[in-house]
């Protein structure tokens, strides 16, 4: 079995800053990306970062500048700084892995989501 623990969300205001943390556990063989997604109330779930096993990051437009992922690949977690937060940014994030398990498939694995609501 694989778990991804996301923690770091909560409650800020307009121009401040959050930290998430997500780690994965569990009978891993090797991880390909990590990334941060997150679904905002009547929206569809949209991809916020990625970042590849060798550190290749690709960002959504609306957090360039902003987010900065990062990876600790020995201690399978991925971390997502995020600055200058805004309103909008109001969502639930969700941890994503793209990893095979020992003596399985590659597949992907969600972690269980954190709030993180930016006032005006």
């Known amino acids: 079995q694989v778990q991804l623990v996301e923690s770091g969300g909560g409650l800020v205001q307009a121009g401040g800053s959050l930290r998430l943390y997500c780690a994965a556990s569990?009978?891993?063989?090797?991880?390909?990306?990590m990334g941060w997604h997150r679904q905002a109330p009547g929206k569809q779930r949209e991809l916020v970062a990625a970042?590849?096993?060798?550190?290749?990051?690709n960002y959504a437009d609306s957090v360039k500048g902003r987010f900065t992922i990062s990876r600790d690949n020995a201690k399978n977690t991925v971390y997502l700084q995020m600055n200058s937060l805004k309103p909008e940014d109001t969502a639930v994030y969700y941890c994503?892995?793209?990893?095979?398990?020992?003596?399985?498939?590659?597949?992907?694995?969600w972690g269980q989501g954190t709030q993180v609501t930016v006032s005006s």
């Open positions: 994503n892995a793209d990893l095979r398990i020992v003596g399985g498939w590659r597949n992907s694995y």
């Open positions: 970042i590849t096993s060798g550190g290749s990051t």
């Open positions: 569990g009978s891993i063989f090797s991880i390909n990306a």
